[in-house]
Nanobody, 123 residues
Framework: QAQLEESGGGLVQPGGSLRLSCLVS????????VGWFRQAPGKEHEGILC????????TYMDSAMARFTASRDMRANTAHLQLTNLTPEDTGVYFC????????????????WGHGAQVTVSA
């Protein structure tokens, strides 16, 4: 079972940016698909995007298309999610999750999860 640990959340003003990181342990990134999910207050996990084991990115959230970018650092075994032009509607807990199968926007298909990083967008 992979272990994941998010970092990089925080409070940011509208229009600002944050970079989230997801340190993966026990498995190497090129053997995993890593998905990013957001959970807004009172809502279910919503799939943002996913990076396949080959490094391809599949984006599920329309509002993320031009604003959120996924990357990974293979030497550090860390995945990143760059958030830009943030709005208050982006507020929530952001999770990275891993699966040894393919990418999917369905949270239940991911077996390994981090504890989440709080992102708050407010003036």
């Amino acid at each position: 079972q992979a272990q994941l640990e998010e970092s990089g959340g925080g409070l940011v003003q509208p229009g600002g940016s944050l970079r989230l990181s997801c340190l993966v342990s026990r498995f190497v990134l090129d053997g995993l698909a890593v998905g990013w999910f957001r959970q807004a207050p009172g809502k279910e996990h919503e799939g943002i995007l996913c990076m396949t084991s080959n490094g391809e990115i599949v984006t599920y959230m329309d509002s993320a298309m031009a604003r959120f970018t996924a990357s990974r650092d293979m030497r550090a075994n860390t995945a990143h999610l760059q958030l830009t032009n943030l709005t208050p509607e982006d507020t929530g807990v952001y999770f990275c999750a891993a699966t040894r199968w393919g990418c999917t926007p369905t949270a239940a298909e991911f077996s390994d999860w981090g504890h989440g990083a709080q992102v708050t967008v407010s003036a």
